[in-house]
């Protein structure tokens, strides 16, 4: 989640206008390749959509009214939230999108396009190999990741650096794309997969445990809540793994195994309680070393016990990004506590709606 301090206004002084009498637009600038404004668009109806799950994880579908001359095969579009203050307009991006090029149709009069549009990781998975792709022994794994990316003409990019080198030379095979092969050496430290951020950078961090993480934002029905009624709970358990295990088989080196149990007696999903263990085992295609498969391993037990999943709508929020920490206080369903926030949708228009996806791990 970025800030949202702009224009002499401070983070909060910009949330209080949000959750109070908020007076928003909306609007589109139209990029080059270079991520360079040449120009802007009109759209009468716009959604974006951010899913960690996702390959892309960030899209849009608008339909837009054509107006001015428009390079679909390089141009970009970046649509923007603008927040009207007593000292001047705030403005939000949201996003920097590759546009498909559909048909053109008469509408009233107007000429209109109905485009699909995904963030700027998609350069990285249509860009592949066209021969087998090595990186030495001894690489920084966040080297050779900046490295591909560079590869790919992308200059606006942010990965957090790290000491980890590979232990041996990893080989790519003809025709894989370049966000699969920057992915797998990320996940062999540990680290996010590549996602887009709002102003269009390409960024990857340190996966940190869920309740590690530090809140980017509170949401809590109260005399100034932003929440819209109508929010959802639910809670599955159904074959939830009570033990994880992941190897490394390679030839050119020693066989790493690690694995971790839940033999809590104060869970129910336990081994203990349930009486049976539910295995859930797979092989890395790499690792850098025997501390980031623990601590991988460790990830998924985070990521694959029980959610408490819960969907709710607010008025839209600009400065949402990727897997951000929110604190949920909410009166109807008798719910407070962190939650990572897995998946956001925004209508980009007046009164719109952001839906908002969330779950934590649960104790049982």
């Given at each position: 989640m970025y800030s949202l301090a702009q224009n002499g206004y401070t983070w909060d002084e910009v949330k209080q206008i949000l959750s109070h009498t908020r007076t928003v637009s909306y609007g589109f600038d139209v990029l080059d390749k270079n991520d360079r404004a040449i120009g802007g668009a009109h759209s009468p109806d716009c959604q974006i959509f951010n899913?960690?799950?996702?390959?892309i994880q960030r899209s849009a579908s608008l339909t837009l009214i054509e107006e001015n001359d428009i390079d679909f095969?390089?141009?970009?579009?970046?649509?923007y939230m603008r927040v009207i203050t007593d000292k001047g307009p705030l403005v939000y991006p949201l996003g920097v999108f590759l546009m498909s090029s559909p048909a053109r149709r008469s509408v009233g009069?107007?000429?209109n396009r109905t485009v699909e549009c995904y963030d700027k990781t998609q350069?990285?998975?249509?860009d592949r190999f066209d021969t087998r792709?090595?990186?030495p022994k001894n690489t920084a794994y966040t080297a050779a990741v900046l490295s591909i990316i560079s590869s790919a003409g992308i200059v606006t990019s942010d990965i957090v650096a790290s000491a980890l080198e590979t232990e041996t030379a990893i080989e790519f095979p003809i025709g894989t794309s370049k966000l699969t092969a920057c992915n797998q050496l990320l996940a062999a430290i540990n680290y996010y997969p590549l996602y887009a951020d709002s102003f269009g950078y390409i960024r990857s961090k340190p996966y940190e445990l869920p309740e590690a993480k530090a809140i980017d934002a509170f949401y809590a029905t109260d005399k100034t809540s932003i929440i819209q009624p109508g929010a959802q709970e639910e809670l599955d358990i159904f074959n939830a793994p009570n033990k994880i295990i992941r190897y490394l088989e390679n030839a050119e080196r020693q066989l790493l195994t690690a694995s971790i149990t839940n033999d809590d007696p104060n869970s129910k999903l336990s081994t203990v309680n349930r009486g049976r263990t539910i295995v859930d085992v797979a092989s890395v295609s790499d690792i850098a070393n025997q501390t980031s498969l623990d601590a991988y391993v460790a990830r998924i037990m985070a990521e694959t016990k029980v959610y408490q999943k819960i969907t709710f709508e607010t008025l839209n929020m600009p400065n949402h990004e990727y897997s951000d920490c929110l604190y949920i206080n909410n009166s109807e369903l008798s719910i407070?506590?962190?939650?990572?926030?897995t998946a956001w949708q925004m209508d980009l228009k007046i009164g719109g709606k952001m839906k908002h996806l969330c779950r934590k791990a649960v104790g049982l």
């Open positions: 899913n960690i799950d996702a390959g095969a390089s141009d970009r579009l970046r649509p009069g107007a000429i350069i990285l998975n249509d792709y090595t990186v407070a506590g962190k939650y990572i926030e």
